[in-house]
């Protein structure tokens, strides 16, 4: 059964920014792909960025494209989540997620696409 950690968020000004982590472990962490989401209060839970298994293909928000880059380290089992020009509409409990699939691909972009999720982390940004 894998695990996922995500840790990095804080407080931080507009046009600051943030690099979360999400440290794998269990089952083989090379093998899925991986995602981050994020909930803000009030709101429903929305995709922000994938990468697939082999780490050449990734897909963003409209939201957040240009700012926001995805990664991935096979040899730490980490992803990440380098946050650039923080907007205080960025607000929200982030939370990684790995694929429900094996070696797939494509890019999920529903919640359903993916299995195991974090316990999230707090990112807050000040106008």
Known sequence: QVQLVESGGGL?????????SCAASGRTFSSYGMGWFRQA???????????TWTGDSTSYADSVK?????????????????MNSLKPEDTAVYYCADSARLYWGGIGKRGSDYRTWGQGTQVTVSS
């Open 12 to 20: 931080v000004q507009a046009g600051g920014s943030l690099r979360l």
């Open 41 to 51: 209060p009030g709101k429903d839970r929305e995709f922000v960025a994938a990468i």
């Open 66 to 82: 240009g700012r926001f880059t995805i990664s991935r380290d096979t040899a730490k089992r980490t992803v990440y989540l380098q």
